[in-house]
């Protein structure tokens, strides 16, 4: 079913919620892949609703219906020189389908965010408001479309990242900010993970304003950018920014560490380039379905974390935010979830998303990092509050 | 006083001197307080227009006795008013005559600092300037900055998602926050996000951020540090009108700049201000913008001259860039003490916090120049111009009979205004009790009760912090109901599936 208007949303879900069938909610359906498999009598596509219905540059702030290509609103920005600061990332390669096939909607529900996520903030640090229609068959908005506000609970933030399980979202807006004028990146050549993650935190640390901190070890750092980087590991610093700003830094934070490791310079198309292949974890395209996790771990244990997998199963792993994103494909083909999970635990916590696999295994892991008690009672009361009969993606975040 | 309180319960009242035993096994020592002339300075917040005495005050030392106290009250259904330092400009923290008042002030303590990970774990009651105190001697300091940063707690910044002027480059503290350790009101310890990105499952930090007390206790907080810009520097434009200073501001953010901060005052706050601080503002001016500009020496530079020429574009009379650190502070001190600046010129003043569009501040300006005719009291304004966020303030004098009342109702007219424009009821110091029966003015039903369903998922009972935020207390079983009538869909017979 593809309604046209938000009436027409609300009447599906109101029939819906009268027959007790489940809904399976989707954009274009490029993020099928993740969470786990939705079972429902039916789909709700929201391809159908789809436009941007206000952009104004001087205000840094753009609307759009839920379905609307993500794509349409990256080009539409890029024109007026501006952007999605979260830096957006698309799991379409990964799960082997063409990039940019998904929605704003979509990039919402799941909370999907960049390189850029660990200076700028996450998808849900810029969504401004909402329409959405719940589970109770309800339309409703929460926030507005200025930065500051207070007005009443952040529905916007509960609802990113909620995967369609609380409400379908009709219609979003989003905070943009300028593009930089240019970037560059500083490639560290040769060390290690863990003198790499040393590296990362002094370069997080510094006054550089470094928008991107990323490790690859060397058997991914060819798998980037048509090898452009070579074999050698790349810890990669990225800065953004005005001209003669991004030259200051780049010159000071490069004496700091010139000292550490070889350095090299990427010149902004090549930065781009490496750093839209770290974003969307073009080293594990690989036209397999061997499982992928996504680890988010205080960023100076994600080296440790590896370190110890490593030793215990076959693995193959890279690092963005400062090595708290950890970006880890199983090579033996099985999850291994109770291994994942425990030696996160052992390393101060944080959680394991199982990012790709084949539905059947999906069907049988627990997707999401398993919740405490006290916190899981909260999640499925909200649940209960917002979609009492359970129609909204039964069992996606489950 | 014009927005009334949830009638006490006769019962609590009657058992109040059961219930003050009952904590002070929970907490014993020093910890309650329950003698009227004690509990005086807690009678109420920084909306200094509303006082009540809490039924007792409780000032825990640890998260188990918080846990204690909060079971106890959920099993015998007493209210309770979180409180950190009593800042709250909007009534958040104003006691209920039949409720427990919680206060956090004991959790003073910086627990960690984490430099190579860039954060804190701090108790609640730690102040918000207090966190930077901790961390700058190694460069590093807490991005929101509200003007009372000095005594406010980082817990009531979690509960109210305070600003400050640095928003539109840093974010509001729900920007900043990494995660909190909160007691839910049956005294269950609940942990979200922590030193790691992206707390995954639903967002319920998002929706604890902000919730203004409603949903749990904060008992700890993780916030993200930054190191501090390289340099700071800021420039004073002055303009004939506040339609030219707007356009310079949109002009500015135009060409790709955003400023750490970027702050408007109309006439008679410059007046205000430099007649106190003799900040050096031009006296000649409507419309004063301070803009700063902050990161590397040649970034600032760079961006300085291109602020300067976009001003004069636009057609300020007065340009002045900040020459020393000092001349930096003596810009800002002006605009920071514009409210006690204020405060000399009329026996009180009235402070509205709503936000609009920034095209739209002509048309506002204009309203409130309008209304102030109309009430027949004075409005002097100063204005995050950066991230649209407006302080009107309201000049009248409580002894004078009726006045109170008539500032009430200019500034409910202005939060009108703002709303009708595009914008919210308040930008930065949140519903609490002040602004409670404007919600309908932005909300609709079916809004309002969908952020009552989230209040449903966490205190069923409706106990922590009632009469606040919300208009009308719907009982959730109430909420609950399901309203899906086949008659209801437009078209219930299409076939649809």
């Given at each position: 079913?593809t309604?046209?208007?938000?009436?027409?949303?609300?009447?599906?879900?109101?029939?819906a919620?009268?027959?007790?069938e489940?809904?399976?909610?989707?954009?274009?359906?490029?993020?099928?892949?993740?969470?786990?498999?939705?079972q429902?009598?039916?789909?709700?596509?929201?391809?159908?609703?789809?436009g941007?219905?206000?952009?104004?540059?001087?205000e840094?702030?753009?609307?759009?219906?839920?379905g609307t290509?993500?794509?349409?609103?990256?080009?539409?920005?890029?024109a007026?020189?501006?952007?999605?600061?979260?830096?957006?990332?698309?799991?379409?390669p990964?799960?082997?389908?063409?990039?940019?096939?998904?929605?704003?909607?979509?990039?919402?529900?799941?909370?999907?965010?960049g390189?850029?996520?660990?200076?700028?903030?996450?998808?849900?640090d810029?969504?401004?408001?909402?329409?959405?229609v719940?589970?109770?068959a309800?339309?409703f908005?929460?926030?507005?479309?200025?930065v500051?506000?207070?007005t009443?609970?952040?529905?916007?933030k509960?609802l990113?990242?909620s995967?369609?399980?609380l409400?379908?979202?009709?219609?979003?807006?989003?905070?943009?900010?300028?593009?930089?004028?240019?970037?560059?990146?500083?490639?560290?050549?040769?060390?290690?993970?863990?003198?790499?993650?040393?590296?990362?935190?002094?370069?997080?640390?510094?006054?550089?304003e470094?928008?991107?901190a990323?490790?690859l070890?060397?058997?991914v750092?060819?798998?980037?950018?048509?090898?452009?980087?070579?074999?050698a590991?790349a810890?990669?610093?990225?800065?953004?920014?005005f001209?003669p700003?991004?030259?200051a830094?780049?010159?000071?934070?490069?004496?700091?560490?010139?000292?550490v490791?070889?350095?090299?310079?990427?010149?902004?198309?090549?930065s781009?380039?490496?750093w839209r292949?770290?974003?969307?974890v073009?080293?594990?395209?690989?036209?397999?379905?061997?499982?992928?996790?996504?680890l988010?771990?205080?960023?100076t244990?994600g080296?440790a974390?590896?370190?110890?997998?490593?030793?215990?199963?076959?693995?193959d792993?890279?690092?963005?935010?400062?090595?708290?994103?950890?970006?880890?494909r199983m090579?033996?083909?099985e999850?291994?979830?109770?291994?994942?999970?425990e030696?996160?635990r052992?390393?101060?916590?944080?959680?394991?998303?199982?990012?790709r696999?084949?539905e059947?295994?999906?069907?049988?892991?627990?997707?999401?990092q398993?919740?405490?008690?006290?916190?899981?009672g909260?999640?499925k009361?909200l649940k209960?509050?917002?979609?009492?009969?359970?129609?909204?993606?039964?069992?996606?975040?489950? | 006083?014009s927005?009334?309180m949830?009638?006490p319960?006769?019962?609590?009242?009657?058992?109040?001197a059961?219930?003050?035993d009952?904590?002070c096994?929970?907490?014993?020592?020093?910890?309650?307080?329950?003698?009227a002339?004690?509990?005086?300075?807690f009678?109420?917040d920084?909306?200094?227009?509303?006082?009540?005495?809490?039924?007792?005050?409780?000032?825990?030392?640890?998260?188990?006795?918080?846990?204690?106290?909060?079971r106890?009250?959920?099993?015998?259904e007493?209210?309770?008013?979180?409180?950190?330092?009593g800042?709250?400009?909007?009534?958040?923290?104003?006691?209920?005559?039949?409720?427990?008042?919680?206060?956090?002030s004991?959790?003073?303590?910086?627990?960690?600092?984490?430099f190579?990970?860039?954060c804190?774990?701090?108790?609640?009651?730690?102040?918000?300037?207090?966190?930077?105190?901790?961390v700058?001697?190694?460069g590093?300091?807490?991005?929101?900055?509200p003007?009372?940063?000095i005594?406010?707690?980082i817990?009531?910044?979690?509960?109210?998602?305070?600003?400050?002027?640095?928003?539109?480059?840093?974010?509001?503290?729900?920007?900043?926050v990494?995660?909190?350790?909160?007691?839910?009101?049956?005294?269950?310890?609940?942990?979200l996000?922590?030193?790691?990105l992206?707390?995954?499952?639903?967002d319920?930090?998002?929706?604890?951020?902000?919730?203004?007390?409603?949903?749990?206790?904060v008992t700890?907080?993780?916030?993200?540090?930054l190191?501090?810009?390289?340099?700071?520097?800021?420039?004073?434009?002055g303009?004939p009108?506040?339609?030219?200073?707007?356009?310079c501001?949109?002009a500015?953010?135009?060409?790709?700049?955003i400023?750490?901060?970027?702050?408007?005052?109309d006439?008679?706050a410059?007046?205000?201000?430099?007649?106190?601080?003799?900040?050096?503002?031009?006296?000649?001016?409507?419309?004063?913008?301070?803009?700063?500009?902050?990161?590397?020496?040649?970034?600032?530079?760079?961006?300085?001259a291109e602020?300067?020429?976009?001003?004069?574009?636009?057609?300020?009379v007065?340009?002045?860039?900040?020459?020393s650190?000092?001349?930096r502070?003596a810009?800002?001190a002006?605009r920071?003490?514009?409210?006690p600046a204020?405060?000399?010129?009329s026996?009180d003043?009235?402070?509205?916090?709503?936000?609009?569009?920034r095209?739209?501040?002509?048309?506002?300006?204009?309203?409130?120049?309008?209304?102030?005719?109309?009430?027949?009291?004075?409005?002097?304004?100063?204005?995050?111009?950066?991230?649209?966020?407006?302080?009107?303030?309201?000049l009248?004098?409580?002894?004078?009979?009726?006045?109170l009342?008539?500032a009430?109702e200019?500034?409910?007219?202005?939060?009108?205004?703002?709303?009708?424009?595009?914008?919210?009821?308040?930008?930065?110091?949140?519903?609490g009790?002040?602004?409670?029966?404007l919600?309908p003015?932005?909300?609709?039903?079916?809004?309002?009760?969908?952020?009552?369903?989230?209040?449903?998922?966490?205190?069923d009972?409706?106990?922590l912090?009632p009469?606040k935020?919300f208009?009308?207390?719907?009982?959730?079983?109430?909420?609950?109901?399901?309203?899906?009538?086949?008659?209801?869909v437009?078209?219930?017979?299409?076939?649809?599936?």
């Amino acid at each position: 079913m593809t309604p046209g208007s938000e009436a027409d949303l609300r009447d599906i879900v109101a029939v819906a919620v009268l027959a007790e069938e489940p809904l399976a909610i989707e954009g274009t359906g490029s993020k099928r892949g993740l969470g786990r498999p939705v079972q429902a009598a039916r789909t709700l596509s929201l391809a159908g609703m789809s436009g941007v219905t206000l952009y104004e540059p001087e205000e840094l702030v753009l609307s759009a219906k839920a379905g609307t290509p993500i794509a349409e609103i990256e080009a539409l920005l890029d024109a007026h020189d501006q952007r999605l600061e979260f830096e957006p990332m698309d799991y379409g390669p990964l799960h082997g389908l063409e990039p940019w096939q998904g929605t704003l909607g979509g990039v919402v529900a799941c909370n999907l965010s960049g390189p850029r996520r660990l200076k700028q903030g996450a998808a849900r640090d810029h969504i401004l408001g909402v329409r959405a229609v719940s589970g109770r068959a309800e339309i409703f908005k929460s926030g507005g479309r200025v930065v500051k506000n207070v007005t009443g609970y952040d529905l916007s933030k509960g609802l990113t990242g909620s995967y369609g399980t609380l409400a379908v979202m009709s219609e979003i807006t989003v905070k943009v900010l300028p593009k930089s004028e240019t970037e560059a990146t500083l490639v560290l050549r040769g060390l290690s993970d863990e003198e790499a993650a040393g590296a990362m935190a002094a370069a997080m640390g510094s006054p550089a304003e470094v928008s991107g901190a990323a490790h690859l070890p060397a058997y991914v750092a060819a798998r980037v950018a048509d090898a452009a980087l070579g074999e050698a590991s790349a810890t990669l610093i990225r800065i953004e920014g005005f001209g003669p700003s991004v030259e200051a830094r780049a010159a000071h934070l490069g004496k700091a560490l010139e000292r550490v490791a070889a350095l090299e310079r990427l010149e902004p198309e090549a930065s781009r380039r490496v750093w839209r292949d770290v974003r969307d974890v073009r080293p594990f395209v690989d036209g397999t379905q061997k499982p992928v996790w996504r680890l988010s771990v205080t960023p100076t244990k994600g080296h440790a974390v590896v370190m110890s997998l490593r030793m215990q199963a076959a693995i193959d792993a890279f690092y963005d935010w400062q090595g708290g994103l950890v970006w880890l494909r199983m090579e033996a083909g099985e999850p291994e979830d109770g291994l994942v999970r425990e030696t996160l635990r052992r390393f101060g916590g944080g959680h394991a998303t199982l990012v790709r696999a084949s539905e059947s295994v999906r069907a049988a892991t627990a997707v999401f990092q398993p919740q405490e008690p006290a916190l899981a009672g909260l999640s499925k009361r909200l649940k209960a509050q917002f979609d009492p009969k359970g129609v909204l993606n039964p069992g996606r975040m489950g | 006083m014009s927005v009334s309180m949830p009638k006490p319960s006769e019962a609590i009242l009657k058992r109040r001197a059961a219930i003050v035993d009952a904590l002070c096994d929970i907490v014993p020592g020093e910890g309650v307080v329950s003698a009227a002339n004690e509990m005086a300075v807690f009678e109420s917040d920084g909306l200094t227009a509303y006082r009540q005495l809490p039924l007792v005050v409780v000032l825990p030392e640890t998260v188990e006795q918080v846990a204690e106290v909060l079971r106890y009250c959920h099993r015998e259904e007493i209210p309770v008013v979180p409180r950190g330092s009593g800042t709250s400009l909007s009534g958040g923290a104003l006691p209920l005559q039949d409720g427990v008042l919680l206060v956090l002030s004991k959790f003073n303590r910086v627990l960690s600092i984490d430099f190579d990970n860039r954060c804190a774990v701090v108790q609640p009651g730690v102040t918000n300037l207090g966190i930077t105190r901790a961390v700058e001697h190694r460069g590093f300091y807490y991005a929101p900055d509200p003007s009372s940063q000095i005594a406010c707690s980082i817990g009531g910044n979690v509960a109210e998602n305070s600003g400050g002027v640095h928003c539109l480059k840093y974010g509001l503290t729900a920007n900043n926050v990494l995660g909190v350790e909160f007691v839910t009101i049956e005294g269950e310890i609940v942990r979200l996000g922590g030193r790691h990105l992206d707390a995954e499952g639903y967002d319920l930090l998002g929706l604890m951020t902000g919730s203004e007390g409603l949903l749990g206790v904060v008992t700890e907080v993780t916030v993200r540090i930054l190191q501090k810009p390289e340099t700071a520097r800021a420039v004073l434009i002055g303009f004939p009108t506040s339609e030219e200073a707007g356009a310079c501001v949109a002009a500015i953010i135009a060409k790709g700049i955003i400023p750490g901060g970027m702050e408007m005052m109309d006439r008679p706050a410059i007046l205000a201000a430099e007649d106190f601080v003799h900040a050096g503002y031009p006296t000649n001016v409507e419309a004063l913008l301070i803009v700063e500009l902050d990161g590397p020496a040649a970034e600032v530079d760079h961006l300085l001259a291109e602020v300067e020429r976009i001003g004069i574009e636009n057609g300020a009379v007065v340009c002045k860039v900040s020459q020393s650190e000092d001349e930096r502070a003596a810009f800002w001190a002006g605009r920071k003490a514009a409210f006690p600046a204020v405060g000399r010129i009329s026996p009180d003043y009235y402070c509205m916090d709503g936000t609009i569009p920034r095209k739209e501040l002509p048309k506002v300006l204009a309203g409130m120049r309008a209304m102030s005719e109309k009430y027949g009291l004075r409005v002097a304004n100063v204005f995050h111009a950066g991230d649209g966020n407006l302080h009107p303030l309201i000049l009248y004098d409580a002894n004078r009979e009726g006045e109170l009342h008539r500032a009430e109702e200019f500034g409910n007219d202005i939060l009108r205004l703002c709303v009708e424009v595009g914008g919210v009821l308040t930008g930065e110091h949140g519903v609490g009790v002040e602004k409670r029966d404007l919600m309908p003015e932005m909300f609709g039903d079916d809004d309002i009760k969908h952020q009552q369903r989230v209040k449903c998922a966490f205190d069923d009972k409706h106990l922590l912090n009632p009469g606040k935020v919300f208009p009308v207390l719907h009982r959730c079983a109430e909420l609950g109901r399901m309203h899906v009538h086949k008659g209801q869909v437009a078209f219930p017979d299409l076939p649809r599936f």
